[in-house]
C-alpha cells in the first residue's frame, strides 16, 4: 500500500474552510479529518493518531491558543500549524509560547501550505529511534532522548520548535550556522529566506535561557551572517539580533 503524504487534522470554524483545505490536500495525497472547534479536535487527538494539525488562532468557545497549548500536552511531538488572519509579534508569540511549530497567514498559497505540511510530516517520520548523547555546555544541559533542556539543574520549558532550534546550535557549537542553513535544517528545506521569522524564535530561546536575553552570553548573533552557540567563557558578551 503506498503512503500517504501524511494524516493531519484540520480544525477551523469556518465549514467552507474546512472543506476546501479537506478536498485539496486530499487531492494531493494527504488524509484529513476535520474539526469545527477546540473540543472536537482535542477529542480527534486522543482518539487518533495524526503527523499534523492546521489549527485556527481565531475560534469561538476555546481558542486556537487554548487548544494548542493543551493539544501539546496530550501529543507532546505532534506538528501544529496555527492558521491566522492577525500577523502582528504578540500574536505570533503567544501562538509559539502555546506550543505551535509553525503559523500561517491567511489569506495564503496553498502551495506553501502543503510544503510546510510536507516538511513537517517529514520530520516526524524521521525522528530518531536511538538515544542520543546528552549535550552540556556551560550551564545548559541538553538531553535529546528525554527532549529536556536545564538550566544549573533547573527545568526550562521550550516549545517542540525552540527545543529542536537549541539542539541544533548546540550540536554546531562554536560554528556559525547560517540564517539559511538553520531555517532548512530546523524547518526544512522550503525555508531559507524568512530571517524575522527565524529571529522571532530566537528572541524567545533567549528570554529562557539567558540570564540576561539583551546581553546574550550563549546564543550570540553574527551580523548578517548567522547565530552560533557558544561556551560562555569563550566569547565576549554580544549585542542581539
Known amino acids: ?29 494527504f488524509r484529513t479529518e476535520t474539526a469545527a472547534n477546540g473540543d472536537d479536535a482535542l477529542a480527534a487527538v486522543r482518539r487518533d493518531r495524526f503527523e499534523a494539525v492546521l489549527l485556527d488562532i481565531n475560534m469561538p468557545g476555546i481558542s486556537g491558543i487554548d487548544t494548542c497549548r493543551e493539544m501539546r500536552r496530550v501529543a507532546p511531538w505532534l506538528p ?31 502551495k506553501e501550505l502543503t510544503a510546510r505540511l510536507r516538511a513537517s510530516v517529514r520530520r516526524v517520520r524521521a525522528m530518531p529511534r536511538e538515544a542520543p548523547a546528552v549535550l552540556s555546555i556551560g550551564e545548559i544541559e541538553l538531553d535529546p532522548d528525554r527532549r529536556s533542556v536545564k538550566k544549573s539543574g533547573e527545568a526550562v520549558r521550550l516549545t517542540p520548535k525552540e ?7 548546540m550540536a554546531h557549537a562554536g560554528i556559525c ?65
Open 163 to 169: 527545543f529542536e532550534l537549541l539542539h541544533y546550535l
Open 177 to 241: 550556522i547560517t540564517h539559511s542553513r538553520l531555517l532548512r535544517a530546523v524547518w526544512g528545506p522550503e525555508y531559507g529566506n524568512e530571517l524575522e521569522y527565524l529571529r522571532t524564535f530566537v528572541r524567545q530561546l533567549r528570554k529562557k535561557i539567558e540570564e540576561d536575553p539583551a546581553k546574550p552570553i550563549y546564543l550570540l548573533t553574527d551580523p548578517y551572517v548567522g547565530y552560533r552557540f557558544c561556551e560562555p567563557s569563550q566569547v565576549a558578551r554580544a549585542k542581539p539580533s
Open 80 to 110: 501544529i500549524l496555527m492558521l491566522t488572519v492577525r500577523d502582528s509579534e504578540n500574536d505570533i508569540v503567544n501562538a509559539l509560547d502555546a506550543g505551535a511549530d509553525d503559523y500561517i497567514t491567511k489569506p495564503f498559497h496553498i
Open 1 to 29: 500500500m503506498n503512503e500517504t503524504a501524511g494524516r493531519v487534522l484540520v480544525v477551523d470554524d469556518e465549514s467552507t474552510i474546512r472543506q476546501a483545505l479537506g478536498t485539496t490536500l486530499n487531492a494531493l495525497g
